[in-house]
C-alpha cells in the first residue's frame, strides 16, 4: 500500500523525519554491485499491473451504468455523497468517469503493454461485475452460479482474457483486488455501525468463505483456459490496515473503521478465504493455458515491506522492527503456507489448520517501501503483545528492500513474483528508481533468490482508490477528457530494461 510520490507533503514528512532521526534521506538507493553484468532469465515475466475497480470506469462511448461496476463496496465508498462528505473518510469525491475507462478500451492498453515489450500482464476480475445481485448466494455449486452470472459481464471477461492471448501477453489473474459485492459487504453500514451492520464483508467468514469460494471456482472453471497465473487476494494487511484499523489519508478502505479487536480476526479470515479460493481454483482449472505443464500456479499478494530500526543500537528499536516485520510481513504468510494461526499476536502460534495449510504456490510480492521503526515497551495495541512499535518513517524508498522482501516469501519455500513495484513520477527516466529496484532484484537472483517475474504499478493513469485521479503512476499518461494514452519517459527505460534483460 503506497505513500505515494504523489503526496508530497507526506514524502517531505518522511525525508525531514528521516533525516532528523537517522541522518540520511527518503532515497537510500543501495544497489548490489553483483547484478551488473548479469542479465533476467528469458523467460522472465515482464508486466504491468492494474486492478479492475481502478482501470475500467471512464468508457468514451459505453454507458456508465455499464462501464462502471456500480455494485461493489468501493464503487458505494467512492460515489456515496455522505462518506465523501465526511472528511475522515480522506476521499477525493472525483467522479470514476474521468477514468481511463479500460472496459471499452482495453485493447488499445494491451497495445501499449505490448509497445512497452512487457509479455505478461497482470489485471483483475470484479466479483460484483459478474455477480451484482445477492441470488447468487443461492448457488450451493460453481455450477449453479452460472444461472445468477450477469451475461454482458461473462461475455466482457471472455473478450478480455481472448484479447490478453492474442496480444501474447501471460495473464495474472487476481481474484479479490480490495473490492467486494455491496450485497455481501455494506461499507457505508458498517462504517456507521460496525457490530450491528449485516453485509459484514471480511468480519462474516461463514457467510464470505464459501461465497468467495465460489466465485474463484467459478472464474477458474470459465476462464482457466486463458489463465494459469491465478492471484486470490491482493494485499490483505492493507484490508486490515486500511479498513478496521488505521484509515488515514494515505489510504481509507471500507468499512473504514478503527478497531484493532475486529481488524486482527479479519486478517486471520482473509487466510481462510484464500484457502478456500485455492482450493476452488485447483478444482476447476484443469487446462494448461500455455502448454507449459503447469495447469495452475496459485498465489497470493501481500504487501511486503522492509523495515529497519530507528536507532539501531537501541534494543527496544530492534525489536519493535522485527516484531513490526513479524505483524506486518508474516502472519499472513505463517497462516496460508504453514497453517500456523497465532491470533493473540504473541509471537507463538496457538493453533495449527492442515485445512489450510500448503495452500500457496508462489508468493506475489507488492513492494513499495521501507518502515523505520521505534520500539515500544507497552504494545500499542494491549491485547496483542506484538504490536509494540510505532512507525517513525511510513515511505521510504528502498530499492534494498526488494531484494529482502523476496527473500523473504523464499524463506517458505516458494517461489516470489514482484507483482507490484512502482508509483513513482513516471514523467523521468526511471533511472533513479526502475533501475535500481531491479538491479538490485537481480542482485538477488543471482544470490539464488527464485523470482519468477516483475510487473510495474502501473500501466495507464488509474483511479487510486480514495485518491481518485490525483496520482500519476502509469507508464502511459491519460487525458482524462480524450481518453488519449501518451508514453511517459519511464516506458522507454523499462522497454530498454526488458529487451536486454539488463537493468
Ligand atoms: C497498492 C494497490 C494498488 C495500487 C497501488 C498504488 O497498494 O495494491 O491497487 O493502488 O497501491
Known amino acids: 500500500m503506497p505513500c505515494s510520490s504523489g503526496l508530497s507533503s507526506v514524502r517531505m514528512l518522511c525525508l525531514a523525519a528521516l533525516t532528523a532521526a537517522v541522518g540520511t534521506g527518503c532515497t537510500g538507493k543501495t544497489v548490489d554491485d553483483t547484478a551488473i553484468g548479469s542479465t533476467f532469465p528469458a523467460n522472465f515475466m515482464w508486466g504491468t499491473a492494474v486492478a479492475g475497480f481502478q482501470v475500467e470506469p471512464g468508457c468514451p462511448t459505453i454507458p456508465e451504468s455499464e462501464c462502471e461496476d456500480q455494485h461493489s463496496d468501493w464503487y458505494q465508498w467512492v460515489t456515496d455523497p455522505e462518506l465523501i462528505a465526511d472528511t475522515n473518510n480522506h476521499l477525493s469525491g472525483e467522479p470514476l468517469?474521468?477514468?481511463?475507462?479500460?472496459?471499452?478500451?482495453?485493447?488499445?492498453?494491451?497495445?501499449?503493454?505490448?509497445?512497452?515489450?512487457?509479455?505478461?500482464?497482470?489485471?483483475?476480475?470484479?466479483?460484483?461485475?459478474?455477480?451484482?445481485?445477492?441470488?447468487?448466494?443461492?448457488?450451493?455449486?460453481?455450477?449453479?452460479?452460472?444461472?445468477?452470472?450477469?451475461?454482458?459481464?461473462?461475455?466482457?471477461?471472455?473478450?478480455?482474457?481472448?484479447?490478453?492471448?492474442?496480444?501474447?501477453?501471460?495473464?495474472?489473474?487476481?481474484?479479490?483486488?480490495?473490492?467486494?459485492?455491496?450485497?455481501?459487504?455494506?461499507?457505508?453500514?458498517?462504517?456507521?455501525?460496525?457490530?450491528?451492520?449485516?453485509?459484514?464483508?471480511?468480519?462474516?467468514?461463514?457467510r464470505i468463505k464459501p461465497a468467495i469460494a465460489l466465485y474463484a471456482g467459478f472464474c477458474a472453471q470459465q476462464f482457466g483456459d486463458r489463465v494459469d497465473w491465478w492471484a486470490t487476494e491482493n494485499e490483505p494487511f492493507a484490508v486490515v490496515l486500511s479498513g478496521y484499523l488505521i484509515p488515514s489519508a494515505d489510504r481509507t478502505n471500507p468499512p473504514g473503521v478503527s478497531r484493532a479487536d475486529l481488524a486482527i480476526p479479519v486478517a486471520f479470515n482473509l487466510a481462510e478465504g484464500h484457502a478456500a479460493m485455492y482450493d476452488a481454483i485447483k478444482a476447476y482449472d484443469t487446462v494448461d493455458a500455455d502448454g507449459d505443464g503447469v495447469v495452475s500456479m496459485v498465489g497470493a499478494v501481500p504487501n511486503l515491506v522492509a523495515t529497519q530500526p530507528l536507532d539501531p543500537t537501541n534494543a527496544l528499536d530492534v525489536q519493535g522492527a522485527a516484531d513490526l516485520d513479524y505483524v506486518y510481513n508474516?502472519?499472513?504468510?505463517?497462516?496460508?503456507?504453514?497453517?500456523?494461526?497465532?491470533?493473540?499476536?504473541?509471537?507463538?502460534?496457538?493453533?495449527?489448520?492442515?485445512?489450510?495449510?500448503?495452500?500457496?504456490?508462489?508468493?506475489?510480492?507488492?513492494?513499495?517501501?521501507?518502515?523505520?521503526?521505534?520500539?515500544l515497551s507497552v504494545p500499542l495495541f494491549g491485547a496483542y503483545p506484538k504490536t509494540d512499535f510505532y512507525p517513525q518513517v511510513l515511505w521510504e524508498e528502498y530499492p534494498a528492500g526488494i531484494a529482502d522482501v523476496v527473500n523473504l516469501a523464499n524463506s517458505y519455500g516458494l517461489p516470489a513474483v514482484i507483482t507490484e513495484n512502482g508509483t513513482q513520477p513516471t514523467d523521468t527516466s526511471g533511472d533513479d528508481f526502475l533501475r535500481p529496484h531491479l538491479q538490485s532484484l537481480l542482485g538477488a537472483m543471482d544470490a539464488g533468490a527464485d523470482v519468477r517475474g516483475y510487473f510495474y504499478w502501473t500501466l495507464v493513469d488509474n483511479y487510486e482508490w480514495n485518491h481518485g485521479m490525483s496520482y500519476k503512476f502509469g507508464m502511459y499518461d491519460l487525458d482524462t477528457t480524450t481518453k488519449a494514452r501518451t508514453e511517459r519517459p519511464m516506458g522507454q527505460t523499462y522497454s530498454d530494461i526488458i529487451a536486454s534483460g539488463t537493468p
Open 330 to 375: 508474516r502472519i499472513y504468510l505463517n497462516a496460508t503456507i504453514n497453517g500456523d494461526f497465532d491470533r493473540d499476536l504473541d509471537g507463538i502460534a496457538e493453533e495449527h489448520r492442515d485445512d489450510i495449510a500448503g495452500r500457496m504456490d508462489y508468493v506475489g510480492v507488492n513492494y513499495y517501501t521501507r518502515i523505520t521503526v521505534k520500539g
Open 97 to 206: 468517469s474521468d477514468g481511463p475507462g479500460h472496459y471499452e478500451l482495453y485493447d488499445e492498453d494491451l497495445d501499449n503493454a505490448v509497445a512497452l515489450g512487457t509479455t505478461a500482464f497482470r489485471t483483475s476480475i470484479e466479483w460484483s461485475r459478474l455477480f451484482p445481485d445477492g441470488a447468487a448466494e443461492q448457488a450451493t455449486t460453481v455450477d449453479e452460479l452460472m444461472q445468477y452470472v450477469d451475461p454482458t459481464a461473462l461475455a466482457y471477461y471472455n473478450a478480455y482474457f481472448d484479447d490478453i492471448v492474442a496480444h501474447g501477453l501471460t495473464p495474472l489473474v487476481t481474484l479479490n483486488h480490495y473490492t467486494l459485492p455491496l450485497w455481501i459487504h455494506n461499507g457505508k453500514a458498517c462504517h456507521a455501525d460496525v457490530d450491528t451492520c449485516t453485509d459484514r464483508g471480511w468480519l462474516d467468514l461463514p
